[in-house]
């Protein structure tokens, strides 16, 4: 089945700089990788997608890039606020989180500080 | 507002007892899915129904089991609790055509 590595697990940066978190995957079949985001004592909500069709997209203050060769794919914030503090988490699936449902990592724990 | 609704929030059950969490999804969203999310780790797949029917499985064993209504709410069911079913419960479910699922808020159980 599909494996999902996300790196780093916590990460703090300073308020308005960039924060940048990578995911890896095993199964080459993938090719639907969300970004979600969870608050203390929420669910996690999407932020962003993407397809394998496609190597990168945008969304404001937030990016996904994905290389499909190398297996891996990435969640750019750019001018970093407090609201951004929270565990972000990277999945992967094939379908689109059809029959197999989504795989996700363990999460990154994002600090903003002031 | 998410637009998937669990309840209840949170519940405390001893082992070897059964449990029940329900779901209310968005009209339209035929697709739900559970997930069991443990403490600082991330959501596991639990199973996927569409329309009714049960089309995939992750690697939970059969006591989880669970059942969709036509009127797009969900539930899951757990028997023989042990204490590793201590978790969070997400529910997550999205409409035909669409990749990205909402989830709820959970249900948060300690067993004991």
């Known amino acids: 089945g599909e494996n999902v590595e996300q790196h780093p697990s916590t990460l703090s940066v300073q308020e308005g700089d960039s924060a940048v978190i990578k995911c890896t995957y095993s199964?080459?079949?993938?090719?639907?990788f969300p970004w979600y985001k969870q608050e203390l004592g929420k669910g996690p909500q999407l932020i962003i997608d993407?397809?394998?069709?496609?190597g990168e997209k945008k969304d404001q203050r937030i990016a996904v890039t994905l290389n499909k060769t190398a297996k891996h794919f990435s969640l750019h914030i750019t001018e970093t606020q407090p609201e951004d503090s929270a565990v972000y988490f990277c999945?992967?699936?094939?379908?689109?989180?059809?029959?197999?449902?989504?795989?996700f990592g363990k999460g990154t724990h994002l600090i903003i500080q002031p | 507002e998410t637009g998937v609704t669990q309840s209840p929030t949170h519940l405390i059950k001893t082992r070897g007892q059964q449990v029940t969490l329900r779901c209310s999804s968005q009209?339209?969203?035929?697709?739900v899915s559970w997930y069991q999310q443990a403490l600082g780790q991330g959501p596991q797949f639990i199973f996927q129904?569409?329309?009714?029917?049960?089309?995939g499985r992750g690697n939970f064993p059969p006591r989880f089991s669970g059942l969709q209504f036509p009127n797009y709410s969900s539930e899951l069911n757990v028997n023989a609790l042990e204490l590793d079913d201590s978790a969070l419960y997400l529910c997550?479910?999205?409409?035909?055509?669409?990749?990205?699922?909402?989830f709820g808020s959970g249900t948060r159980l300690t067993v004991v």
């Open positions: 009209s339209g969203h035929n697709t």
């Open positions: 199964d080459s079949a993938s090719n639907y």
């Open positions: 993407i397809r394998s069709n496609v």
């Open positions: 997550a479910s999205r409409p035909q055509g669409a990749d990205g699922y909402t």
């Open positions: 129904y569409y329309r009714e029917e049960e089309n």
């Open positions: 999945a992967a699936s094939t379908t689109g989180g059809g029959a197999d449902g989504l795989t």
